[in-house]
């Protein structure tokens, strides 16, 4: 129970960040910015807090980081696709699958960093 409060706190950030990153995203597309360089910095964005949840998680937890990693990335995607569907009531598509893999290896990759960091 108690770690699953703790994922809950990562998850609550996470939504925050997401909905901050959504809202600005959006802005500079009704400002005229083009799309595909928005999708490309909500990548980019998404890419370090994959990583960086991961990395602090794995870091405070001290042990397996790829697993951390791997568990928190999957608990952020099956959030994105639930909000997904539910919002936007389409499927997933290949491209969106891999977009959610490369997350995911942005999440290991984060955990796995943390767990070998070395604590001062």
């Given at each position: 129970m108690n770690k699953l409060i703790y994922y809950f706190k990562y998850v609550g950030v996470f939504l925050i960040i997401e909905l901050l990153v959504t809202f600005i995203t959006s802005l500079l597309n009704l400002l005229g910015l083009n799309s595909g360089i928005t999708t490309i910095i909500l990548l980019i964005i998404?890419?370090?807090?994959?990583?960086?949840?991961?990395?602090?998680?794995?870091?405070?937890?001290?042990?397996?980081?790829?697993?951390?990693?791997?568990?928190?990335?999957?608990?952020f995607i099956v959030l994105m696709i639930l909000i997904k569907v539910a919002l936007?009531?389409?499927?997933?598509?290949?491209s969106t699958f891999i977009y959610y893999i490369i997350l995911v290896i942005a999440s290991i990759l984060g955990g796995m960093v943390g767990v070998n960091k070395k604590s001062k």
């Open positions: 998404n890419l370090a807090l994959f990583f960086t949840l991961s990395y602090i998680n794995a870091f405070k937890m001290h042990k397996k980081g790829l697993i951390e990693g791997l568990t928190l990335g999957l608990i936007f009531n389409n499927g997933i598509h290949i």
